[in-house]
């Protein structure tokens, strides 16, 4: 797919915000509610821009049409930061995103996308599902008129991309580099000045030098974006986002008026979707980094680990001040640190133990 086909929608957002302020709520006609999904992303881009179209197709399919989700990408509605404000005010019925966006309205938003050398996507999943997560969630966003549900893992991402090498934690210093959530306070602890800028403004700030350094997702988004054009050193692992979790949310008084058949159609097809988008990150992932090496002259690196201790230890201290913002923010950092260390002790015995091994020679 070329890159300008999937982020012509995104090119869009400023001239679609100022054009559209106020949506129509979901039209209902005969028992059938037409839905509007609002994305972060691009519609169609890989990864996140389909796998919002899936659920939007399995909706309708599955409901028999009861249900219609119709699909906008970042701009053509709402500018994509915006999509969880649309879908608060009953503008738009659903988003597809990451919660960690959304900080400006929670700290505890950070807390259910990625946190730094904190849990895997798998672990964290674990933990919304099983481990109270899911529970906090939900009370967190009913202030804001939102259901929000976990998507799929993106896995352990890259630490991004590079104009120049990163050798020492000097190097940060004065770095204009794109990157979100927890990760960007602990990229400024190290001297850093983190910007969040939606993907499709990610590659002309790139090019032209606004920002020195972007981190996206891994090798198979960051193939289809075309940041190799720009910068050659690509490093990993990253240590912002360990697993990062993707999300859909829905407007909660709509949710609730729905039977409860519908509500559960629409969690079983997100719970689905989320396996089929992770195995797809999974699956293609190293065949994108073998093209990137190989057929664009691509440089992998991996941070120094003096530098990633560095980070370590201002990660700790970010998360501590994180969670001391509120009650509520607060009570959701404890319960993630508490299910962290949980996976901290069991890992070793299982999935860490046995790829250490794998890894060994002989």
């Not at 770095?175 to 969040?196: D, F, I, Q, S, W």
């Not at 664009?296 to 700790?316: Q, S, T, Y």
Request: glycine share 10%; hydrophobic share 40%.
């Amino acid at each position: 797919m070329e890159r300008r086909n999937f982020l012509k929608g995104a090119a869009l957002a400023g001239a679609a915000a100022a054009a559209s302020t106020t949506l129509a709520a979901p039209a209902i006609a005969q028992n059938k509610r037409e839905l509007k999904m609002v994305m972060a992303w691009p519609k169609n881009s890989p990864g996140a821009g389909t796998s919002g179209q899936r659920v939007a197709d399995r909706i309708t399919q599955l409901s028999g049409g009861a249900l219609t989700v119709k699909v906008y990408g970042a701009g053509e509605l709402v500018p994509a930061f915006q999509s969880f404000d649309a879908v608060s005010a009953g503008d738009a019925d659903m988003y597809h995103a990451a919660e960690y966006y959304f900080q400006g309205k929670a700290k505890g938003y950070n807390f259910l996308t990625a946190v730094p050398f904190g849990m895997t996507g798998i672990e964290t999943h674990a933990w919304i599902r099983y481990g109270g997560g899911q529970e906090l969630w939900d009370e967190l966003s009913a202030g804001f008129n939102v259901k929000g549900f976990p998507s799929h893992t993106t896995g352990t991402q890259m630490g991004g991309w590079f104009r120049k090498e990163i050798n020492t934690v000097d190097d940060f210093k004065g770095l204009k580099m794109r990157m979100p959530g927890l990760g960007g306070e602990v990229l400024r602890a190290l001297g850093a000045t983190p910007l969040n800028l939606p993907i499709g403004e990610i590659y002309p700030s790139l090019q032209s030098g606004a920002i020195d350094a972007t981190e996206w997702v891994g090798p198979w988004q960051d193939l289809a974006f075309g940041f190799y054009k720009i910068c050659k050193n690509y490093y990993g692992p990253g240590f912002h986002e360990p697993g990062t979790v993707a999300s859909f949310g829905i407007n909660k008084k709509l949710y609730d008026s729905l039977p409860k058949d519908q509500q559960e159609l629409i969690s079983v097809v997100i719970k689905a979707e989320a396996q089929d988008q992770s195995s797809e990150f999974n699956a293609l992932n190293q065949s994108s980094l073998d093209t990137l090496v190989n057929k664009h002259g691509v440089k992998v690196r991996a941070f120094p680990e003096e530098l990633m201790m560095k980070a370590k230890a201002a990660a700790a201290d970010v998360v501590a001040s994180m969670a001391a913002t509120d009650a509520m923010t607060k009570r959701i950092a404890d319960s993630y640190e508490a299910f962290l260390k949980q996976s901290i002790e069991y890992a070793p015995r299982a999935e860490l133990g046995y790829m250490n091994f794998r890894a060994k020679n002989g």
